[in-house]
């Protein structure tokens, strides 16, 4: 018996223990595994085994997933196939198997098109297909997806499913650097959830409403959302949502530079997103902490956070995050004194970030940059990179970022 039948995917785990009976469990294992006992691919890591976390393989993950899909359907008639597709995809997204996540959308659509009552499930399915897109940057299929989603909801009067698709859209205006635009997508949202007893929606939205004000250097603002929608949470009981609130919280501390708070908050975020096997908010913790260990000139932990977090956007196809670990990985290489691989990385990150559309980031690769070239003494590249970042946070109002760039600009 090869290995790979020999673990059990988490999310195989957990569709088999909240899905089938325990004689259903029982027989599948059987199909998959033989009588081996299963053992389960990813465990709990403690804060020293973060950088030997284990990443599934893709065709592992996709050879258990089918198989599941193959007995599912074998067993239930097609509302209860529609239950168990629902259930399945939340698992892969949270488990950064995005392009299994999207055919398994594309199956539910395709399930329900035609039949009554269903419009409402397809419109949630092609919701979580835009939320999927948006995550890897692929902004037109994001956005072809969610209008056809909102145009159902609205059909539909379903207030909740719209202001979901207005939260995403939301975080894509904020993730291409358009914070204003991003800030009234949220809080149009939050006015349309009021009389709505939906505390983990308002959680969401106040998490994405820290981040914009991070972004602006309103730190006191930024902490005071991110602690409410903590409080409702830790209600709930949502290990994958503490986990990006804790995250958060370090974003903040770090651009306090209050490191040590900041590791302290992606510990506990990086321990939550193991616990719920939460692969995509893992590996941006992880660049976050890459970032804060090169600042704090730990150059072995912050390459080796970096790396991992490098392995883990490929693997969830989170272009995003690869032009942020470019960029960390141009700082540590620019803090080691390796100018020629610095400018390299940097370099790359600014040209993915440019393609992306991202401006935020743009602007922050751009002011790695203006260092660089301070550092090698080349004036004229130093100030046009600090120029443009500068222009950029003027534009936002981030009054951190514009004292600490016209005090780079000036010394």
């Keep these: 018996m090869s290995d790979s039948t020999q673990n059990i995917h988490p999310v195989i785990e957990e569709t088999l223990k ?31 085994d973060q950088i030997n976390f284990d990443i599934s393989s893709g065709s592992q993950t996709r050879y258990q997933v089918d198989q599941i899909i193959t007995f599912a359907e074998s067993k239930y008639h097609t509302e209860k196939l529609i239950e168990f597709f629902i259930y399945l995809g939340q698992l892969t997204i949270t488990s950064g198997e995005n392009q299994i996540a999207i055919e398994i ?51 539909e009067n379903d207030i909740k499913g719209s202001i979901h698709c207005q939260n995403i859209f939301g975080t894509i205006q904020g993730d291409q650097g358009n914070l204003e635009r991003a800030k009234e997508h949220f809080e149009n949202a939050l006015i349309a959830l009021e009389g709505i007893k939906d505390i983990a929606l308002v959680g969401k939205i106040e998490i994405n409403l820290a981040i914009i004000n991070n972004m602006q250097s309103n730190y006191n603002e930024a902490i005071s959302y991110l602690k409410r929608a903590l409080l409702n949470f830790e209600k709930l009981g949502d290990l994958k949502r503490i ?36 692969l995509q908010n893992i ?58 691989l610095a400018e390299n990385s940097l370099l790359t990150s600014y040209r993915l970030n440019k393609e992306l559309s991202n401006k935020l980031n743009l602007a922050e690769t751009a002011q790695e940059l203006g260092i660089l070239y301070k550092q090698k003494r080349d004036s004229e590249k130093s100030n046009q990179f600090f120029t443009e970042a500068l222009s950029y946070f003027r534009k936002i109002n981030s009054v951190a970022d514009i004292q600490e760039l016209e005090k780079l600009i000036t010394n």
């Design 283 to 340: 590996g941006i913790t992880y660049i976050s902490k890459a970032y804060v260990y090169a600042h704090l000139k730990d150059f072995e932990l912050a390459e080796a956070f970096s790396n991992k977090a490098m392995e883990i956007a490929h693997k969830v196809n989170d272009k995003l995050s690869i032009a942020e670990v470019y960029k960390v990985k141009g700082i540590i290489s620019r803090n080691r004194r390796q100018y020629e």
């Design 18 to 48: 909240n899905f089938f009976d325990k004689a259903e469990k029982k027989e599948f294992l059987r199909i998959l595994i033989g009588e081996a006992k299963p053992e389960s691919v990813i465990k709990v890591a403690k804060s020293d």
């Design 243 to 278: 986990s990006e609130v804790k995250h958060n919280l370090g974003m903040v501390y770090t651009k306090k530079k209050e490191y040590s708070a900041a590791i302290s908050e992606f510990d506990y975020s990086i321990d939550a997103s193991v616990r719920s096997n939460y």
């Design 105 to 155: 959308y594309e199956r539910i659509v395709n399930l329900c098109d035609g039949k009554r009552g269903t419009a409402d499930i397809i419109a949630n399915a092609l919701l979580s297909i835009g939320e999927i897109y948006s995550r890897q940057a692929q902004w037109e299929m994001s956005v072809t997806n969610l209008d056809k989603a909102i145009k159902i909801f609205q059909e």
